[in-house]
């Protein structure tokens, strides 16, 4: 039989990935802080806890996707939270981006109480969740992997296993230093040219011809030279992921020179801000005023 799953953060992430396990014949069991934003899974047939701990107690598998450090501790170890609820045996699965640190922390109190925990921060954004084509960065024991595979395979294609817990929001974390700065890049660039007379097309165009292309600009390119910014990847979650990747090369003693300065154009462009946009909205950082 199929293990139940249960899934803690319904946002542009948690809710394709909750009704992909839904319709593989999952028995899926949702809380969200928002709680209207279960309605339409509870429509199709998923259970709706009252709080983390009920949703805990009631799965064989607990998944967490929430955007942040504080939101991850406050569903993992509020009063009502995963760990005041989670039974032996059971297994967690911790997907939101977060610190390194705290996935060790989660990893601890889940073995206090003798759950299995993996950690397993994705790739592929809203369109690989919708699919059920995520890549899983992976941290953790081989056993604990080999046990949740068959539920990872529902939400995603791939895994890599990149050692023990950490590792896995390492990668993700520097995976994403690396997408911010290119994207950064094409931004300091198109300002350049385009401040020049010459269409920002036009360097788009040459650049898919040399060493430089990348999918980069395939999907960001287009929406940042028509200035339009709908979220895929939110830029406040790029924001607070490139300063997790600042504190950890702080507490590695790591200098990341251009990581610190694209984190401040972040923050303006951040400040900013009056709706949602996507994080290539940092290419508004060159627009005149
Ligand atoms: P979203 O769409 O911003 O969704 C974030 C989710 O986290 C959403 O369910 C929020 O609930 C929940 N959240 C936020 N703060 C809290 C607190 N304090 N307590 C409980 N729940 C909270 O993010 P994505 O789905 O795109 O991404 C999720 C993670 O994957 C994130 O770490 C990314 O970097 C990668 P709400 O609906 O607002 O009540």
């Known amino acids: 039989m199929k293990p139940s799953v249960g899934l803690i953060g319904l946002g542009l992430m ?9 319709k593989a014949g999952h028995e899926v069991t949702v ?3 928002t709680a209207s934003r279960a309605d339409e ?13 009920a949703l805990a107690a009631a799965s064989d598998v607990t998944l967490t996707i929430v955007s942040d450090p504080p939101a991850l501790e406050s569903v993992l170890w509020g009063d009502e939270g995963v760990f005041s609820g989670i039974r032996k045996g059971s297994a967690l699965i911790e997907s939101s981006t977060v610190s390194p640190g705290l996935e060790k922390r989660a990893a601890a109190a889940a073995a206090a109480v003798g759950a299995d925990f993996l950690e397993a921060p994705v790739t592929g954004g809203t369109w690989g969740a919708e699919k ?6 992976v941290g953790g024991e081989e056993a604990t992997l080999k046990r949740l595979e068959p539920v990872l395979g529902v939400m995603g294609k791939r895994w890599f296993h990149l050692g023990p817990v950490g590792a896995g929001q390492t990668v993700k974390l520097a995976m994403n230093l690396l997408l911010d700065l290119e994207v950064e890049a094409l931004a ?19 650049m898919q011809s040399s060493m430089g292309r990348s999918g980069v600009l395939d999907i960001k390119a287009p ?16 924001h607070k992921d490139v300063g997790l990747a600042l504190d950890l090369a702080n507490q590695l003693g790591v200098p990341l020179p251009a990581a610190a300065a694209a984190r401040e154009v972040l923050s303006a462009v951040k400040g900013a801000a009056t709706e949602d946009v996507d994080f290539s909205a940092l290419a508004s950082f060159w627009k005149k005023k």
């Open 14 to 22: 948690g809710r394709p990935m909750a009704t992909n396990l839904l």
């Open 31 to 33: 809380w969200n802080r």
């Open 41 to 53: 899974l509870v429509s199709q047939g998923a259970k709706r806890a009252a709080t983390p701990r």
């Open 132 to 137: 059920g084509e995520l890549v899983f960065m």
């Open 188 to 206: 300091e660039a198109l300002a350049l040219v385009t401040r020049a007379g010459v269409a920002g097309e036009k360097l788009v165009e040459v």
């Open 223 to 238: 929406n940042m030279l028509k200035g339009e910014y709908k979220p895929s990847f939110p830029l406040r979650l790029m």
